[in-house]
Protein backbone atom coordinates (compact mmCIF):
# COMPACT_ATOMS: atom_id res chain seq x y z
CA UNK A 1 0.00 0.00 0.00
CA UNK A 2 2.71 2.32 1.01
CA UNK A 3 4.92 1.41 -2.41
CA UNK A 4 1.86 2.22 -4.17
CA UNK A 5 1.31 5.58 -2.33
CA UNK A 6 5.31 6.22 -3.05
CA UNK A 7 4.58 5.74 -6.83
CA UNK A 8 2.09 7.84 -6.98
CA UNK A 9 3.86 10.63 -5.99
CA UNK A 10 6.62 9.97 -8.02
CA UNK A 11 4.33 9.66 -10.92
CA UNK A 12 3.19 13.16 -9.70
CA UNK A 13 6.46 14.86 -9.49
CA UNK A 14 7.26 13.35 -12.85
CA UNK A 15 3.94 14.37 -14.60
CA UNK A 16 5.09 18.13 -13.05
CA UNK A 17 8.07 17.92 -14.18
CA UNK A 18 7.43 17.21 -18.04
CA UNK A 19 4.91 19.90 -18.38
CA UNK A 20 7.26 22.56 -16.98
CA UNK A 21 9.91 21.45 -19.59
CA UNK A 22 7.66 21.32 -21.96
CA UNK A 23 6.34 24.99 -20.62
CA UNK A 24 9.58 26.42 -21.06
CA UNK A 25 10.92 24.85 -24.28
CA UNK A 26 7.18 26.02 -25.46
CA UNK A 27 8.32 29.42 -24.80
CA UNK A 28 11.28 29.72 -25.76
CA UNK A 29 10.64 28.36 -29.50
CA UNK A 30 8.12 30.91 -29.26
CA UNK A 31 9.93 33.43 -28.37
CA UNK A 32 12.42 32.42 -31.01
CA UNK A 33 9.77 32.08 -33.97
CA UNK A 34 7.88 34.40 -33.20
CA UNK A 35 11.08 37.06 -32.95
CA UNK A 36 12.13 36.14 -36.41
CA UNK A 37 8.60 36.44 -38.20
CA UNK A 38 7.84 39.69 -36.51
CA UNK A 39 11.42 41.36 -37.71
CA UNK A 40 10.18 39.81 -41.64
CA UNK A 41 7.19 41.29 -41.12
CA UNK A 42 9.03 45.17 -40.50
CA UNK A 43 8.97 45.21 -36.66
CA UNK A 44 11.96 47.48 -35.46
CA UNK A 45 13.68 45.21 -32.82
CA UNK A 46 12.81 47.72 -30.16
CA UNK A 47 9.66 46.83 -31.01
CA UNK A 48 10.07 42.97 -31.27
CA UNK A 49 11.69 43.23 -27.66
CA UNK A 50 9.16 44.73 -25.36
CA UNK A 51 6.00 43.39 -27.00
CA UNK A 52 6.53 40.09 -29.05
CA UNK A 53 9.89 38.90 -26.87
CA UNK A 54 7.73 39.90 -23.78
CA UNK A 55 4.73 38.86 -24.37
CA UNK A 56 6.40 35.10 -25.66
CA UNK A 57 7.91 34.84 -22.28
CA UNK A 58 4.16 34.77 -20.52
CA UNK A 59 2.88 31.98 -23.07
CA UNK A 60 3.57 29.65 -20.47
CA UNK A 61 1.22 31.49 -18.34
CA UNK A 62 -1.44 32.07 -20.82
CA UNK A 63 -1.49 28.20 -21.52
CA UNK A 64 -2.02 27.24 -17.63
CA UNK A 65 -4.10 30.01 -16.97
CA UNK A 66 -6.45 28.34 -19.91
CA UNK A 67 -6.25 24.91 -19.36
CA UNK A 68 -6.62 25.90 -15.62
CA UNK A 69 -10.19 27.51 -16.82
CA UNK A 70 -11.16 24.71 -18.74
CA UNK A 71 -10.67 22.40 -16.68
CA UNK A 72 -12.71 24.42 -13.51
CA UNK A 73 -9.80 25.26 -11.21
CA UNK A 74 -10.11 29.11 -11.61
CA UNK A 75 -7.88 29.53 -8.09
CA UNK A 76 -4.93 27.69 -10.59
CA UNK A 77 -5.91 30.27 -13.33
CA UNK A 78 -6.22 33.71 -11.24
CA UNK A 79 -3.04 32.47 -8.84
CA UNK A 80 -0.77 31.80 -11.50
CA UNK A 81 -1.41 35.22 -13.36
CA UNK A 82 -0.76 37.36 -9.87
CA UNK A 83 2.03 35.01 -8.34
CA UNK A 84 3.83 35.24 -11.56
CA UNK A 85 3.37 39.41 -11.70
CA UNK A 86 4.93 38.66 -7.92
CA UNK A 87 7.55 36.90 -9.11
CA UNK A 88 8.37 38.98 -11.98
CA UNK A 89 9.37 41.72 -9.98
CA UNK A 90 10.31 40.00 -6.40
CA UNK A 91 12.02 37.19 -7.88
CA UNK A 92 13.35 37.89 -11.32
CA UNK A 93 13.87 41.78 -11.52
CA UNK A 94 15.76 41.42 -7.99
CA UNK A 95 17.92 38.65 -8.97
CA UNK A 96 18.71 40.48 -11.85
CA UNK A 97 19.91 43.61 -10.02
CA UNK A 98 21.72 41.74 -7.62
CA UNK A 99 24.03 40.38 -10.97
CA UNK A 100 24.40 43.30 -12.34
CA UNK A 101 22.63 46.72 -11.87
CA UNK A 102 19.85 48.28 -13.76
CA UNK A 103 19.83 51.43 -15.10
CA UNK A 104 16.37 51.82 -17.67
CA UNK A 105 17.25 54.45 -20.29
CA UNK A 106 14.40 53.78 -22.72
CA UNK A 107 11.77 56.62 -22.28
CA UNK A 108 8.99 54.22 -23.26
CA UNK A 109 9.62 51.68 -20.47
CA UNK A 110 9.67 54.54 -17.92
CA UNK A 111 6.46 55.59 -19.21
CA UNK A 112 4.99 52.30 -19.10
CA UNK A 113 5.39 51.66 -15.53
CA UNK A 114 2.50 54.00 -14.27
CA UNK A 115 0.51 52.39 -16.63
CA UNK A 116 1.47 49.14 -15.51
CA UNK A 117 -0.10 50.06 -12.06
CA UNK A 118 -3.16 51.23 -12.97
CA UNK A 119 -3.37 48.00 -14.76
CA UNK A 120 -2.48 46.40 -11.70
CA UNK A 121 -5.35 48.47 -9.16
CA UNK A 122 -8.04 47.97 -11.79
CA UNK A 123 -7.67 44.03 -12.35
CA UNK A 124 -7.28 44.27 -8.05
CA UNK A 125 -10.63 45.88 -8.12
CA UNK A 126 -12.17 43.41 -10.76
CA UNK A 127 -11.13 40.79 -8.34
CA UNK A 128 -12.24 42.65 -4.89
CA UNK A 129 -15.66 41.14 -5.64
CA UNK A 130 -14.26 37.35 -5.58
CA UNK A 131 -14.98 37.20 -9.69
CA UNK A 132 -13.98 39.08 -12.97
CA UNK A 133 -16.70 39.04 -15.48
CA UNK A 134 -16.87 38.86 -19.53
CA UNK A 135 -17.08 42.37 -19.63
CA UNK A 136 -14.52 43.18 -17.28
CA UNK A 137 -12.47 40.76 -19.18
CA UNK A 138 -13.35 42.53 -22.59
CA UNK A 139 -11.98 45.50 -20.51
CA UNK A 140 -8.58 43.90 -19.82
CA UNK A 141 -8.34 42.95 -23.63
CA UNK A 142 -9.09 46.44 -24.40
CA UNK A 143 -6.18 48.06 -22.17
CA UNK A 144 -3.60 45.19 -24.09
CA UNK A 145 -4.71 46.92 -27.42
CA UNK A 146 -4.32 50.58 -26.24
CA UNK A 147 -0.90 49.45 -24.49
CA UNK A 148 0.56 47.51 -28.00
CA UNK A 149 -0.46 51.11 -29.96
CA UNK A 150 1.18 53.19 -27.88
CA UNK A 151 4.56 51.66 -27.58
CA UNK A 152 4.69 51.33 -31.36
CA UNK A 153 4.00 55.11 -31.48
CA UNK A 154 6.73 55.74 -29.12
CA UNK A 155 8.90 53.12 -30.11
CA UNK A 156 9.67 55.36 -33.45
CA UNK A 157 10.55 57.98 -31.55
CA UNK A 158 13.08 56.26 -28.90
CA UNK A 159 16.94 57.52 -28.55
CA UNK A 160 19.82 55.73 -30.67
CA UNK A 161 21.54 54.07 -27.79
CA UNK A 162 18.10 52.15 -26.81
CA UNK A 163 17.48 51.13 -30.48
CA UNK A 164 20.37 49.51 -31.23
CA UNK A 165 20.94 47.80 -28.24
CA UNK A 166 17.58 46.01 -29.06
CA UNK A 167 19.04 45.52 -32.53
CA UNK A 168 21.73 43.58 -31.60
CA UNK A 169 20.16 41.66 -29.12
CA UNK A 170 17.48 40.59 -31.17
CA UNK A 171 18.82 40.01 -34.04
CA UNK A 172 20.42 37.29 -32.56
CA UNK A 173 17.55 34.84 -32.15
CA UNK A 174 16.66 35.98 -36.28
CA UNK A 175 16.79 32.63 -38.72
CA UNK A 176 15.39 31.72 -41.35
CA UNK A 177 11.40 32.78 -42.05
CA UNK A 178 11.01 28.62 -42.71
CA UNK A 179 12.50 27.89 -39.61
CA UNK A 180 10.57 29.82 -37.64
CA UNK A 181 7.33 29.27 -38.46
CA UNK A 182 8.33 25.44 -37.48
CA UNK A 183 9.33 26.53 -34.41
CA UNK A 184 6.00 28.78 -34.06
CA UNK A 185 4.36 26.03 -34.58
CA UNK A 186 6.36 23.34 -32.24
CA UNK A 187 6.17 25.81 -29.17
CA UNK A 188 2.11 26.25 -29.30
CA UNK A 189 1.83 22.29 -29.49
CA UNK A 190 4.29 22.38 -26.02
CA UNK A 191 2.41 25.06 -24.55
CA UNK A 192 -0.64 23.33 -24.89
CA UNK A 193 0.45 19.56 -23.59
CA UNK A 194 2.60 21.19 -21.31
CA UNK A 195 -0.09 23.38 -19.75
CA UNK A 196 -2.53 20.48 -19.98
CA UNK A 197 0.32 18.36 -18.06
CA UNK A 198 1.39 20.80 -15.31
CA UNK A 199 -2.16 21.60 -14.51
CA UNK A 200 -3.53 17.94 -13.69
CA UNK A 201 -0.26 17.45 -12.17
CA UNK A 202 -0.40 20.84 -9.71
CA UNK A 203 -4.47 19.50 -9.25
CA UNK A 204 -3.03 16.34 -7.77
CA UNK A 205 -0.33 17.66 -5.48
CA UNK A 206 -3.70 19.99 -4.05
CA UNK A 207 -5.20 16.91 -3.72
CA UNK A 208 -2.62 14.51 -1.91
CA UNK A 209 -1.51 17.30 0.00
CA UNK A 210 -4.30 19.02 1.43
CA UNK A 211 -2.81 22.82 -0.10
CA UNK A 212 -5.02 24.62 -1.83
CA UNK A 213 -5.09 24.87 -5.59
CA UNK A 214 -4.78 28.73 -4.78
CA UNK A 215 -1.48 28.31 -3.04
CA UNK A 216 -0.26 25.71 -5.79
CA UNK A 217 -1.00 28.33 -8.71
CA UNK A 218 0.18 31.26 -6.91
CA UNK A 219 3.86 29.21 -6.00
CA UNK A 220 4.73 26.41 -7.95
CA UNK A 221 3.04 27.25 -11.24
CA UNK A 222 3.69 30.52 -10.94
CA UNK A 223 7.42 30.06 -10.59
CA UNK A 224 7.39 27.42 -13.40
CA UNK A 225 5.79 29.84 -15.79
CA UNK A 226 7.71 32.15 -14.89
CA UNK A 227 10.91 30.69 -15.99
CA UNK A 228 11.34 32.49 -19.55
CA UNK A 229 11.16 35.81 -17.80
CA UNK A 230 14.17 34.62 -15.83
CA UNK A 231 16.25 33.14 -18.45
CA UNK A 232 16.04 36.33 -20.35
CA UNK A 233 16.18 38.66 -18.00
CA UNK A 234 19.40 36.80 -16.18
CA UNK A 235 20.99 36.52 -19.57
CA UNK A 236 19.62 40.35 -20.88
CA UNK A 237 21.28 41.62 -17.15
CA UNK A 238 24.72 39.81 -17.58
CA UNK A 239 25.59 40.95 -20.94
CA UNK A 240 24.41 44.76 -19.41
CA UNK A 241 21.27 45.16 -21.44
CA UNK A 242 19.14 46.78 -18.82
CA UNK A 243 16.63 47.89 -20.92
CA UNK A 244 15.98 44.44 -22.08
CA UNK A 245 16.10 43.28 -18.62
CA UNK A 246 13.49 45.98 -17.53
CA UNK A 247 11.67 45.71 -20.80
CA UNK A 248 10.79 41.68 -20.75
CA UNK A 249 9.31 41.91 -16.85
CA UNK A 250 7.51 44.94 -17.67
CA UNK A 251 6.10 43.52 -20.62
CA UNK A 252 5.10 40.56 -19.38
CA UNK A 253 3.07 41.30 -16.03
CA UNK A 254 1.05 44.02 -19.18
CA UNK A 255 0.45 40.65 -20.58
CA UNK A 256 -0.52 38.69 -17.92
CA UNK A 257 -2.58 41.25 -16.75
CA UNK A 258 -4.26 42.57 -19.65
CA UNK A 259 -4.05 39.18 -22.16
CA UNK A 260 -4.39 36.01 -20.20
CA UNK A 261 -6.57 37.32 -16.92
CA UNK A 262 -8.38 39.32 -20.11
CA UNK A 263 -8.59 36.71 -22.46
CA UNK A 264 -9.30 33.81 -19.73
CA UNK A 265 -12.39 35.69 -18.33
CA UNK A 266 -14.14 36.87 -21.86
CA UNK A 267 -13.58 33.13 -22.44
CA UNK A 268 -15.38 32.02 -19.05
CA UNK A 269 -15.39 34.17 -15.76
CA UNK A 270 -13.36 33.27 -13.25
CA UNK A 271 -13.71 33.20 -9.51
CA UNK A 272 -11.20 34.32 -7.57
CA UNK A 273 -11.47 31.40 -4.47
CA UNK A 274 -8.83 31.02 -2.04
CA UNK A 275 -6.66 33.46 -3.49
CA UNK A 276 -6.53 36.03 -0.88
CA UNK A 277 -6.98 40.03 -1.43
CA UNK A 278 -3.31 39.70 0.18
CA UNK A 279 -2.17 38.48 -2.92
CA UNK A 280 -3.43 41.31 -4.80
CA UNK A 281 -2.00 43.85 -2.44
CA UNK A 282 1.35 42.21 -2.57
CA UNK A 283 1.20 42.15 -6.16
CA UNK A 284 0.15 45.80 -6.19
CA UNK A 285 2.50 46.70 -3.70
CA UNK A 286 5.68 45.30 -5.52
CA UNK A 287 4.90 47.19 -8.43
CA UNK A 288 4.58 50.66 -6.79
CA UNK A 289 7.87 50.13 -5.32
CA UNK A 290 9.85 49.21 -8.03
CA UNK A 291 7.86 52.14 -10.35
CA UNK A 292 9.76 55.11 -8.60
CA UNK A 293 12.93 53.63 -10.04
CA UNK A 294 12.21 52.91 -14.12
CA UNK A 295 9.90 56.36 -14.35
CA UNK A 296 12.59 58.23 -12.78
CA UNK A 297 15.40 56.80 -14.68
CA UNK A 298 17.13 56.05 -11.11
CA UNK A 299 19.75 53.26 -10.89
CA UNK A 300 18.10 50.20 -9.48
CA UNK A 301 21.28 48.55 -8.01
CA UNK A 302 22.19 45.30 -5.84
CA UNK A 303 20.37 47.01 -2.56
CA UNK A 304 17.17 47.30 -4.10
CA UNK A 305 17.93 43.83 -5.38
CA UNK A 306 18.42 42.67 -2.60
CA UNK A 307 15.27 44.27 -1.24
CA UNK A 308 12.62 43.09 -3.81
CA UNK A 309 14.36 39.21 -3.24
CA UNK A 310 13.53 39.73 0.58
CA UNK A 311 10.11 40.87 -0.08
CA UNK A 312 9.96 37.95 -2.47
CA UNK A 313 11.40 35.35 0.32
CA UNK A 314 9.02 36.70 3.00
CA UNK A 315 5.80 35.98 0.38
CA UNK A 316 6.88 32.31 0.46
CA UNK A 317 7.12 32.34 4.08
CA UNK A 318 3.75 33.49 4.12
CA UNK A 319 2.52 31.03 1.86
CA UNK A 320 4.44 28.16 3.72
CA UNK A 321 2.48 28.82 6.39
CA UNK A 322 -1.15 29.17 4.64
CA UNK A 323 0.20 25.30 3.11
CA UNK A 324 0.74 24.26 6.83
CA UNK A 325 -2.54 25.91 8.12
CA UNK A 326 -4.57 24.70 5.68
Not at 13 to 27: E, P, R
Not at 191 to 211: R, S, Y
Request: proline residues 2%; charged residues 10%.
Amino acid sequence: MAESGALAVLSTIAMLMAGLVLLYLGGEWLVRGASTAALRLGLSPLMVGMTVVAFATSTPELAVSLDSAFAGVDDVAVGNVIGSNIANLGLVLGLSALIKPIRVQARMIRRDMPWLLLATLFAVWCLMDGLVGRVEGLMLLAGLVMFIGLNIRSAKTERVSVQEQFTHEVKERVSSLGRSWVMIAAGVIALVVGGAVFVEAAVHIAEATGVSTAVVGLTIAAIGTSLPELATAIVASARGSSDICAGNIVGSNFFNLLCILGLTAAIAPLQRGEVQMGDLYVMAGLTGLVLPFMYSGFRLGRREGALLLLCYSAYLGWMASRATLG
